[in-house]
């Protein structure tokens, strides 16, 4: 079988030496183990390759970009994918996002295999769960979860020399306790690399401390809180911020970034505290790709800027609005420049230190929340969100968790939300819980909010 770089060169070979091209192939390589009940149910290991063939041809008006995508591929089956992408490209309408491919040489490391995992990575967390499961028996609760570890190497090549290779790794490992015969759940998470420095048992005390504060309930009615957002739930909005922050959509005044009577809120100051969000390829731990690598066009990117650098950027500086991500094509329309999402997000302070804890000393009275869920957009020019509270909304009283309230639903803009955070804590990695699956390299530290808007009971939730 042929390697994936060979793959690349198989397929840049079979382009019409007129048209510009990319290849990318993706070998997936991933293990994971779950538990329910306290016991151990499934674990699995398996591996994947795809083949990505990306073309311009001119057309009339332009250039026509053909993309296709195909799995389990010889060296003939890849021949095929490239006629088939070409004859696409050559019928498709001119794209708007046409521009010349990268241009380079062959970085080092291009033609080493892919990266694997194995069931070794997780086996300090199946260790581990042993006395997990123990302790839940012991205490009368039920300890469900998921763990897994997944190494992407992508390799990529142009028609223009570049020859690029990245190598990801990422995982996650979600705990849920249940007991009272289930009327009470509680649920944290973990991101992670290679899960060296994920601590199984440490993540159950945190479980079964939220259980026991669960015992105690506490009525309260819908309405504006003090409120304190873990990391986890941080994650949860500012990701949705950087999706909805694209410069064309800014420009062309359909969002939250667009400037009243034209342009964009680059250069507005939203926020009195120091704080910054930025994505960073080589930022420690959540380390990503330092090229653009996409598969698909999107206001975000386009296919036809794979390959071009994405260093670190800074889409708020200090509370400053100080860029918006571009591609090439949306940069020329917007006159913002190239800026590239590299794939992590940041949020920090100048001076952020302590815990989620930490922050709820000098909370009167307010709320303590354990994580989000089913995040919907309401309105887009104020990026208007909409969710439900989930396993575990706690009551705070003068500085300590007094109980658990009811679930929440929830209005916010996590723009507004910025301008009236009054303290925050150190950033720390972390997992998104609604995004997770997509978006895995974050690191957030925990908020306290005024006047968090809980707008009605969430029953059943």
């Known amino acids: 079988m042929s390697t994936a770089s060979e793959l690349v060169e198989i397929a840049l070979g079979a382009v019409p030496a007129d048209l510009g091209a990319a290849v990318l192939v993706s070998e997936t390589s991933t293990v994971n183990l779950r538990w329910a009940l306290s016991g151990l149910t499934t674990n699995g290991l398996t591996s994947a390759r795809t083949v990505t063939v990306i073309v311009g041809a001119p057309v009339s008006g332009g250039t026509g970009a053909g993309v296709l995508s195909r799995s389990g591929l010889d060296a003939a089956g890849v021949r095929t994918l490239v ?16 521009a010349p491919f990268a241009t380079g040489d062959e970085l080092p490391g291009f033609a080493d295999p892919g990266a694997e995992t194995g069931a070794s990575t997780l086996g300090g967390v199946a260790e581990a769960l042993g006395e997990v499961f123990g302790r839940s028996r012991a205490q009368n609760r039920e300890s469900f979860g998921f763990a897994l570890h997944e190494v992407v190497t992508t390799w990529l090549g142009t028609s223009g020399g570049l020859r690029y290779r990245h190598e990801q790794p990422r995982g996650t490992i979600e705990l849920t306790g249940k007991a009272g015969a289930r009327s009470r759940s509680a649920y944290v998470a973990g991101a992670t690399r290679d899960f060296s420095d994920v601590d199984v048992l440490a993540l159950d005390d945190e479980i079964a401390t939220r259980l026991r504060w669960q015992e105690r309930t506490v009525a309260l009615e819908p309405g504006r809180y003090t409120t304190v957002l873990p990391p986890t739930s941080v994650a ?18 359909r969002s939250v970034f667009s400037k009243p009577g034209g342009g964009t809120r680059v250069g507005e100051k939203i926020t009195g505290s120091p704080l910054s969000l930025l994505s960073d390829p080589f930022h420690p731990g959540l380390g990503c790709a330092d090229r653009v690598l996409t598969t698909s066009s999107s206001p975000m990117a386009s296919v036809f800027d794979n390959g071009l650098p994405s260093p670190a950027a800074a889409w708020l500086d200090s509370g400053t609005i100080s860029a918006l991500p571009s591609s090439r094509h949306t940069a020329s329309l917007t006159g913002l420049p190239v800026t590239p999402a590299a794939e992590n997000l940041v949020l920090t302070g100048t001076d952020g230190t302590g815990s989620t804890m930490d922050l709820l000393e000098g909370v009167e009275h307010g709320l303590l929340l354990s994580s989000m869920w089913y995040i919907r957009e309401v309105e887009a ?69 005024t006047d968090f808007n809980m707008s009605t009971v969430a029953e059943g939730a």
């Open 83 to 98: 006629a088939d992408t070409v004859a696409l490209a050559r019928a498709a309408e001119p794209a708007e996002d046409a």
């Open 381 to 449: 020019q104020t990026l208007l969100l909409t969710g439900l509270t989930r396993d575990g909304v706690y009551v705070v009283e003068n500085g300590e968790v007094v109980g658990a309230t009811t679930n929440f639903r929830y209005n916010e803009s996590p723009v507004d939300l910025l301008s009236r955070v009054e303290a925050y804590g150190a950033t720390e990695v972390c997992l998104s819980r609604e995004w997770g699956e997509w978006f895995t390299r974050t690191a957030m530290p925990a908020l306290r909010i």
């Open 236 to 253: 949860d909005l500012m990701i949705y911020l950087l999706w909805s922050a694209d410069a064309r959509t800014a420009h062309e005044g």
